[in-house]
T-cell receptor, first 111, second 113 residues
Framework: GENVEQHPSTLSVQEGDSAVIKCTYSDSASNYFPWYKQELGKRPQLIIDIRSNVGEKKDQRIAVTLNKTAKHFSLHITETQPEDSAVYFCAAGYTGNQFYFGTGTSLTVIP | EAGVAQSPRYKIIEKRQSVAFWCNPISGHATLYWYQQILGQGPKLLIQFQNNGVVDDSQLPKDRFSAERLKGVDSTLKIQPAKLEDSAVYLC???????????FGSGTRLTVV
């Protein structure tokens, strides 16, 4: 099956700075790469996703890039705010099928 | 649209007892997933249903875990008997399939003492 690795496991940034989280995957057949944000005690919420036919996608302060050749994808958060503090999970898989999750990155934005 | 409903929200049981969790997916979503999330880790798939059929249960510890989705709508996940290492959040998710991702429920936090 798919194996997803995520780095770093913890990340602290000053408010206003950028944060980058990186993931690698093993199965070249994976075609869908969602990112989830999970606040303490709450459900994971989809924040952005990218499909294998696209190299980059942006939604306001959040962007995701995908390098299919290298089998890695990254989440970029610009102008970070305290409310961005949460655990972020990357995932990889096929649409309509199960996703394999990374181990999570705990992001802390320091005011 | 209504989200994925799960109950109960919290459950504390002693080891060797049994427990059941319930999930009602988003209306019309054919695919339903049960994930186990141990504290500090990413969600791990236990079982995937397509309508009322099992697509993948390769990571379900079948000696103690069972799940069903008899009418292709809501689903029940059972653990019998529970072990200490089963303490986790059990997340249900549903998907319309095709090109869509999926939505998680709020989860059931299980503590086995």
């Amino acid at each position: 099956g798919e194996n997803v690795e995520q780095h770093p496991s913890t990340l602290s940034v000053q408010e206003g700075d950028s944060a980058v989280i990186k993931c690698t995957y093993s199965d070249s057949a994976s075609n869908y790469f969602p990112w989830y944000k999970q606040e303490l005690g709450k459900r994971p919420q989809l924040i952005i996703d990218i499909r294998s036919n696209v190299g980059e996608k942006k939604d306001q302060r959040i962007a995701v890039t995908l390098n299919k050749t290298a089998k890695h994808f990254s989440l970029h958060i610009t102008e970070t705010q305290p409310e961005d503090s949460a655990v972020y999970f990357c995932a990889a898989g096929y649409t309509g099928n199960q996703f394999y999750f990374g181990t999570g990155t705990s992001l802390t934005v320091i005011p | 649209e209504a989200g994925v409903a799960q109950s109960p929200r919290y459950k504390i049981i002693e080891k060797r007892q049994s427990v059941a969790f319930w999930c009602n997916p988003i209306s019309g979503h054919a695919t339903l997933y049960w994930y186990q999330q141990i504290l500090g880790q990413g969600p791990k798939l236990l079982i995937q249903f397509q309508n009322n059929g099992v697509v993948d249960d390769s990571q379900l510890p079948k000696d103690r875990f069972s799940a069903e989705r008899l009418k292709g709508v809501d689903s029940t996940l059972k653990i019998q008997p529970a072990k200490l290492e089963d303490s986790a959040v059990y997340l249900c998710a549903s998907s319309a399939g095709g090109l869509f991702g999926y939505t998680f429920g709020s989860g059931t936090r299980l503590t086995v003492v």
